[in-house]
């Protein structure tokens, strides 16, 4: 009975990894195209789906717990997937746990590629930012540069920028 909790905490994993890889997805679109709004949409659903992940993974403790002690082990939070296949003895049960422990890799694995693609594209878009900030404006007050120092530098010179911002 405990291996089939562990399944279905299995199969929902897969579902929620499913769902965020979707939503990477649909995140990549929205930062290449410009929609603030349907980013925020999305991180507030991915906030949402990486609470459902920390109960799960609750229950997932709790159903290896009941299955070990079921099974004559000591409970253990950190047992993998696994450690679990070892002493599974039903040809049909480990595969099924193996097969669903693989699909949950290949999707994480999948989702932290898309993640660290968003987050170039994030980076590059504050980049483009900065620079067009930079333009417009000019560096920031706050950046060193050499002047001599018998010569006073006016306020007017301070930020030399494409446009005259006291206009």
Not at 35 to 41: L, T
Not at 69 to 85: I, Q
Not at 115 to 127: A, G
Not at 137 to 154: I, K, R, T
């Amino acid at each position: 009975m405990s291996l089939e909790a562990i399944l279905g905490i299995m199969t929902e994993l897969n579902h929620i990894h499913d769902t965020l890889l979707d939503m990477a997805e649909k995140k990549r679109h929205a930062l290449v195209h410009n929609e603030v709004d349907r980013i925020m949409q999305i991180v507030t659903k991915e906030n949402k789906l990486l609470r459902r992940l920390e109960e799960i993974d609750a229950e997932r403790i709790e159903a290896t717990g009941a299955f070990l002690m079921e099974k004559g082990y000591k409970p253990n939070p950190r047992v993998t997937v696994s450690d679990l296949a070892k002493i599974i003895f039903t040809i049909e049960d480990k595969k099924e746990l193996i097969d669903q422990q693989k699909r949950l890799l290949a999707k994480i694995r999948d989702l932290r590629e898309l993640n660290q693609l968003n987050q170039q594209l994030i980076e590059h878009s504050l980049s483009f930012i900065d620079y067009s900030l930079d333009l417009m404006v000019g560096p920031p007050e706050d950046e060193v540069f050499y002047h001599n120092p018998q010569q006073q530098q006016s306020s007017a010179s301070k930020r030399m920028g494409v446009f005259d911002t006291r206009a």
